[in-house]
């Protein structure tokens, strides 16, 4: 195991064309298999890379991308479908899984809170 600078890793880097994939794609339909054919391998060594570099699957991995989107301005259907969800449905069990709470309620309290400020 060899450490290595940050600013010395490059595009060339398989994590790093890994984590830049989803990054500029995760609000487009994509799926293990087709990241895998776009970078070159196959979507079993892609699934291993989830797994053992980010201790989850690709589909959790995604999921987290897509809710790390913000745009406070939108609606909560709108929010769902510029971030990437094919569903409202989908997007409010992954939402419920991540934060322990729907859409709605976290919105609720994060409007409540930021007017008390």
Same mark, same amino acid.
């Given at each position: 195991?060899?450490?290595?600078?940050?600013?010395?890793?490059?595009?060339?880097?398989?994590?790093?064309?890994?984590? =830049?994939?989803?990054?500029?794609?995760?609000?487009? +339909?994509?799926?293990?298999? +087709?990241?895998?054919?776009?970078?070159?391998? =196959?979507?079993?060594?892609? =699934?291993?890379?989830?797994?053992?570099?980010?201790?989850?699957?690709? %589909?959790?991995?995604?999921?987290?991308?897509?809710?790390?989107?913000? %745009?406070?301005?939108?609606?909560? #259907?709108?929010?769902?479908?510029?971030?990437?969800?094919? =569903?409202?449905?989908?997007? %409010?069990?992954?939402?419920?899984?991540?934060?322990? #709470?729907?859409?709605?309620?976290?919105?609720?309290?994060?409007?409540?809170?930021?007017?008390?400020?």
């Amino acid at each position: 195991f060899q450490l290595v600078e940050k600013g010395s890793v490059g595009r060339t880097d398989f994590i790093y064309r890994t984590v =830049s994939y989803v990054s500029g794609n995760f609000k487009h +339909s994509i799926t293990l298999e +087709s990241m895998a054919r776009n970078l070159g391998v =196959s979507k079993y060594v892609l =699934s291993r890379i989830f797994s053992k570099t980010f201790h989850k699957n690709f %589909n959790q991995y995604l999921n987290d991308a897509r809710l790390g989107y913000e %745009n406070t301005n939108d609606t909560i #259907t709108e929010l769902c479908l510029d971030s990437g969800f094919k =569903s409202l449905r989908t997007f %409010n069990r992954a939402f419920k899984e991540k934060f322990k #709470t729907s859409p709605s309620e976290y919105r609720k309290t994060f409007v409540r809170n930021w007017n008390m400020m």
